[in-house]
């Protein structure tokens, strides 16, 4: 579990070309450990929004991709019976924002992939569309 951490925490401080090879780690070290993943996603304004849980795991991860780069990131976790969003990167809006694409993303269906299907979860193309909250 350490190895996601470390790798969620390089997402915030990295550029748009190292964010998506670090998500790349991070799916291939789920891949290589034969772990299955729970994943939603939705559109968003400008890209997707993914929610993804390793099977049998109480933290998760929200990724947000624009134009295939990962903009932003936060950890995601089961806290008696309710998802806590923690680490997500900007000031108040964005975690705003996150929070609110995290709450909608837990009310669609989620997907189940393998180890094997896991790298799909990036050029996965969502059916449904998140709405977006301002603070203005």
Do not use: H
Request: hydrophobic content about 45%.
């Amino acid at each position: 579990m350490g190895y996601k951490l470390f790798i969620l925490a390089m997402l915030f401080m990295a550029s748009d070309s190292v964010a998506d090879e670090l998500g790349q780690s991070y799916l291939d070290e789920l891949q290589s450990t034969q772990t299955g993943v729970f994943y939603a996603s939705c559109k968003t304004k400008d890209g997707q929004a993914i929610l993804a849980f390793p099977i049998g795991e109480k933290q998760g991860m929200f990724i947000e991709r624009v134009d295939g780069n990962v903009v932003n990131s936060a950890n995601v976790s089961w806290d008696n019976g309710k998802a806590r969003v923690s680490e997500a990167l900007g000031g108040v809006a964005s975690i705003v924002r996150v929070n609110s694409l995290v709450s909608q993303l837990l009310n669609l269906p989620f997907k189940l992939l393998t180890s094997i299907q896991i790298k799909k979860i990036l050029d996965s193309i969502p059916q449904r569309k998140c709405i977006e909250q301002s603070l203005r």
